[in-house]
């Protein structure tokens, strides 16, 4: 079985209390744990911002997103 290893960097902001996942320089995927939100953010605009007050993020769902960013990543970087 083969296993794909993803790299980004991760930036913990406590005061603002947010973690960012930096997957390209042009895609990051940022969660306010203030606002109970997870947002996608490409070429520095919020393309997609969801709500996480009613329904929990588990890891699963974390691993998803960061997976598909990361493939997401693969595709921006055949325009750098």
């Given at each position: ?10 930036v ?60 997401a ?8």
């Amino acid at each position: 079985m083969k296993m794909n290893n993803y790299n980004y960097e991760t930036v913990f902001d406590t005061a603002h209390r947010t973690m960012t996942f930096i997957i390209h320089p042009r895609l990051q995927i940022v969660v306010n744990f203030a606002n109970s939100e997870i947002s996608v953010v490409k070429d520095g605009n919020v393309a997609v911002k969801e709500s996480l007050e009613d329904e929990q993020l588990s890891l699963d769902d974390m691993e998803l997103i960061l997976k598909q960013a990361c493939e997401a990543a693969d595709k921006l970087k055949r325009f750098d």
